[in-house]
């Protein structure tokens, strides 16, 4: 089967050398930057590549919205599926992908979107053929669990392990994406799609890291308990809700002992029970992994499907918990929960973040934390 | 497409539940004994299934050697293909059933023989499309590992701990399968075949956690370290070694904190790293999940082909580590490594079997873990 990358950086090259290995899967062609085209695989026109019919799958490992999602619809267009690690240009598009895929008799390739090389949409989408998955969760961010991890190895504070995580290439210059939590939506957003058949809205709680300190670890820590960087969804009943928020889990939970920069997600199934993957969340063999992976399913028939015609109602009662604030001043209804902080309970994901962005009006580092 | 089930206990009673909610997946018969049979699936006439050519796919739930060897070889000879759940029948036949399915152009399915409803199987086998798999571990039997966490959790000593396992179901009215590793050495052979092409040795070092006392878990527990029952193997160059044995790991690693009865296996592939898996390791709905699994594997086309002509060989010399010993006297070599324990490093896994069989015969208390 003769197959295309577009683009050809560290995730691309990672594709390139494992496809070299295997037999049966042709790279006919690469797209690059012109200046970067050495040798005849490589073209900067897109042209060649989405009007070559020998070309079955187009692997995307440009990253970004556009042309990401101009080349991905063209392709599916013409029939083309496509494999793609691209999590924020999925995310976006999702529902217009699944369409177009569907009207063209093509299909949409996701796994590397998220978990990197954990066979993760691929086992949501094998529960469902038995099961409703109920609920997901999981850490899907390698950057925040290695910042995490370090400040609790190292008794760091966030800054200098930021820093550090920057030097070893494991956070961007700009940390935004990650430590904020917009990383670890998109995978939300994506992993919730697959779970729960809906075209999953992009209006949730989303609150991230940045102002994790120290301190806020050791208060945790002193009752048991571990923070990480959270994605996670219900559906029960036509209704579903999703958030990305720090939560303060067990010290014994395995969620609390992923280490450096692991990712774990967990799906719960009605005959299955739980269900835990654990693996490299990014890199370029691992990723690369993944979209090779997908276009050997697809090569072997596999032929994922995505409707979201379902109509599942967005519905964030769903998601309710106890809620801790590090902040100066005592919430509404709180009671105190240790040193300069205090416990909020039974409030939705929605109404936590709502008060968390009350309370950063005034308390700009305030850190909240969901209690497990 | 229509399968029979071929035994109607819990698994098979699991089975057949689960496919009565999945569309174009019919039971069409159910072999029992005959003061069972009620309604028209049911018979106990093997002949009136393994001669109907309606029936593609064979389930069979009844566990040990014989009937069910002879059931699935006729099976395959026929060219049906079979899910089995059945680890003992598998570890003992596992090339005999491979060539008889590939002489007839059938399929063996055993997803459910290793760890109850977690994807471990599938997992090794798509891993495998890609990568050489290097190196395997796992918590792989619940009732083990149930036992291990409720003597921590509790603090109470093994005795009393089986008897209350015993009296859940967890554990079988005589538990040997279970606590002398018998049960995970199966899961081994057959884990070891499938993620090294090997038609696997039955020859190897099995050592289970009979005389754990609560007195080593404080022991280890003292060092940072959490005991668990492990199935592992290795292979490079050529050579491939196995073992079953008591390890101390630590508290940390997310093996140490499976709790319950559940299991978490490991894979490391030379692209993807390490792997891991998590979930329910028995029970009805579990393993019945993973029979329906294969047979919807197999409806969509998944063939998985075992093939041991590849002649790897065992090599113990690629199992080497560090051994604790609790035992009267230090053994030779060894070195002090707490109260009443002794320390003997860089040994096979082989030769730490033989030298606690040397020392049972005079202390048949005594108790081994490899240190990790």
Redesign the interface.
Known sequence: MDIAILGYGTVGR?VDQ?VA??DGIEVRRILDLPDHCVGPRMTPDYAQIVGDPAIEVVVECMGGLEPAHTFILQALGAGKSVVTSNKAVVAAFFDEFARTAEANGACLLIEATCGG???WIA?IE?AR???EVTRFSGILNGTTNFIVDSMLKNGADFAETLARAQELGYAEADPSADIDGIDVKNKTIISASVAFDVACTAEFPVTGIRSLTKADLDLLGATGRVVKLIGHGVARDGRYAVAVEPMALPA???E????SNFNLATLE?T??????????GA?S??T??AM??DV?DFA???RPHYDFSRGLTYDPALLTGDYVFRTTTPPEGSEPFGEGAWLVSGITAEAARALLDSIVTTDQNAFMARLV
Chains 1, 2 share one sequence.
């Open positions: 990672g494992i290995d295997i090389g954990i066979p086992s094998k053929r038995i099961d014994a939970s395995l609390a002992n992923v280490p199934g005959t299955i029970g739980e269900l835990k993957f654990y693996g490299q890199g063999l691992p690369g992994n090779v992976q050997l072997a028939g596999r």
